[in-house]
């Protein structure tokens, strides 16, 4: 598993309460968030959409899409395409875009151990090719779990 | 977002039904469950740690093990190091390891949006550069949500 370093060997030893782990999760605690989540990444805009398709109810929705926007993940405005009226619609914001690896390291596990390979993919839209998430090192190094460490931060 | 293509567009024609991310999030549901598999990564393996590390309580600690036990991500067994006696202990199963890069990816975004950069970081033990989650297609180029694609599976 992962090595505990320096000042976090051993685990026993410090308290993870300012985990960015836990924050992230503190934003995005429930299903339900996930799911609204992938519909926005799906191109859905609209309140009624949200429930439709993430198969959600309607309170729960307009719970989840509120607590969205006032983490600044989503935001509501109004928007007009030509020759049509105004309509309120939820975009994601770079916040909410820079999520997107959650989910698809949501979906990859999803497809091989619950999905019996899943029915859909995710391909690069210039090239063709098939996605994957993975871990890297900056020096370009491929990885699993049990090559890393976690290390206190040098101070900024 | 991510362009839907082939039968999947547009998205109000289909319905999610056998979603891997929503299976994915049946068997983790909760941020109690990512706080247990964080913990199990760290490498705590006994039931009272867990509660302690995860900051939940025992209640709690021992329905999400039990849950991850059940789901076939941890399993529980007896273990001795030479010398002592025999514990009950929780370890990762392939298909628990396999979700890492979901906490990564946690971790990652968490660090940027509500941590103020957090305060440890993920190294590749071997040459200590930082590790970072990226989406990359089989071709090999670096890609965002904007780049994807979502396509129907060919049969196999």
Redesign the interface.
Known sequence: ????TGV?NP??TW?????????????V?T?SA??IL???????TRFA?FAE?A?ISEPVAAARLRELVEHGLLELGDYRAPGQRTRREYR?TR?G???????????????????D???????????G???????????G?E???S???????PK?
Chains 1, 2 share one sequence.
């Not at 308290?15 to 934003?27: F, P, Q």
């Not at 090719?129 to 020096?139: K, M």
């Open positions: 598993m992962v090595e505990m976090l685990r026993g308290v993870a309460d300012r985990c960015s782990i836990a924050k992230a999760l503190d934003v605690r299903r996930f799911l992938r519909e926005a990444f799906y191109g859905t959409d398709r198969d994601l916040k875009e820079e999520l997107f690896p959650v989910l698809a390291a949501l979906m990859q596990w999803g497809d091989r151990w619950e999905n390979g899943g029915r859909v993919e995710l391909r690069h839209r210039d090239c090719e098939p996605v994957e998430v993975a871990l890297r090192c900056a020096a190094h990885l699993g779990p090559d890393l460490e976690l290390a206190r931060k900024a």
